[in-house]
């Protein structure tokens, strides 16, 4: 342990949940000292990510968007157990709802989110798909800082992957994977050692 007090994350996924283990993974082997991960949330119930993590000794929790009246008492609903648990940041890993005012207006400059395209190309769903389809020789991943508009936040880390001639969607995704896991796991590490600073659109990295 670096001494600081370690950030305490929740997890947001809807899916198998690769990046969540990723993340959930690199704690436990002391790549992120200073993060400690508190629960997750999926808004999905097939979702097999809850199973995942739960035999990894976390919390998991599903809140079901349609048992709510509006996406504010959703988000207020989940907005309570962050505060109870005393989370201070949120990782989007795979969480396929864009994230309203509530939870923004609660975690400011602390909610991040993982998609697989260079942004501002591709974003959206089937990035993969889309870059194949406009026939770009080199696409990646971006980690971001969330506000109200999908895929559009600061950018914090971008990393780039070779797009091959033969390559498939399938084939495009699973050589992103890594990449996904590894660049969330960088952006982390800086966001719980405090090196994120904003300055307008830009994330400036503090190496001092």
Known sequence: ???RKPLRLAIFASGRGSNAMAILLAVRSGRLPDVEPVLLVSD?????????VRQEGLEAVLFKPKTYPTKEEYERAILSLLKERGVEA???AGYMRLVGSVLIGAFPDR???IHPS????FPGLHAQRQALEYGVRVTGVTVHFVDLLMDHGPVILQKS?????EDTEETLTERLLPVEHET???ALEGLSQGRLRISGRHV???FN
Do not use: C, Q, R
């Not at 260079?118 to 190309?121: F, K, Q, R």
């Open 1 to 3: 342990m670096s001494g």
């Open 44 to 52: 999905k119930e097939v979702a097999p990510v809850l199973e995942k």
């Open 90 to 92: 949120i990782a989007l």
């Open 111 to 113: 909610i991040l989110n």
């Open 118 to 121: 260079l942004l501002p190309a």
């Open 161 to 165: 992957v070779p797009v091959y001639p």
């Open 184 to 186: 969330y796991i960088e």
């Open 204 to 206: 400036l990295w503090n």
